[in-house]
């Protein structure tokens, strides 16, 4: 999928299942052996479907960083990445600001984070065009390993909340 040359796409990326172990703080959380293998899948799908991201924000959290390493593995592609404690904390409203502070040079953003915020932060960008099968998922909560697409015809910083077209949800498989 190429967009026209005024359109941004925002890929909202849940991180894959991830273990629960006992005596761990929330954000040394590794995946487990379901969401490594998510991991390689998100990152095949997102070649076969042309997102391939200029620039991919993730949470600093284990189990983000591991499922962005494992997709990135099966991209074939190395983007720039950047690790961000402010998203392992971040609400629906404090991620639209850090993608607000995108450089409008990245035409393709992939974000990797946590429930509920990503499914928040979709529906709150969803504009009128928006696909409503896929709001109505959206807007009970996304599974591990799912990601949303949404395009904008704005500059990022430009970008508020119902400003953008949510395209797609695609699940785990």
């Keep these: 999928m190429t967009p026209d040359p005024g359109t941004r796409q925002l890929i909202l990326l849940r991180h894959a299942k991830a273990e629960h172990p ?3 703080e929330d954000v040394q959380r590794p995946l487990s052996l379901v969401g490594r293998r998510q991991s390689g ?3 095949a799908t997102l070649a076969e479907d042309g997102l391939v991201p200029d620039l991919v ?7 983000t960083r591991q499922t962005w390493e494992l ?3 099966t991209l074939g592609a190395s983007p720039e ?3 961000l404690e402010g998203i392992y904390y971040a609400g629906a409203r404090d991620l639209l600001e850090i993608v607000q502070g995108v450089s409008d040079d990245v035409r ?3 974000v990797v984070g946590h429930e509920p915020t990503m499914s928040r932060l979709a529906a709150g960008l969803a504009g009128p065009d928006s696909d409503e099968t896929t709001l109505a ?6 599974p591990t390993a799912s990601r949303s697409l ?3 015809h704005t500059s990022w910083a430009g970008l508020e909340s119902g400003g953008a077209t949510l395209v797609r949800l695609t699940l785990a498989e």
Excluded: C, D, M
């Excluded at 924000?57 to 189990?63: A, I, K, M, T, Y």
């Excluded at 998922?137 to 996304?142: E, F, K, L, N, S």
């Design 81 to 83: 990445v950047q690790f």
């Design 71 to 73: 997709a990135r593995a």
């Design 108 to 110: 393709t953003l992939l």
């Design 41 to 43: 899948r998100v990152g």
């Design 137 to 142: 998922r959206v807007r009970v909560g996304v």
């Design 22 to 24: 006992e005596r761990i």
């Design 150 to 152: 949404l395009t904008v």
């Design 57 to 63: 924000l993730s949470s600093s959290s284990v189990r």
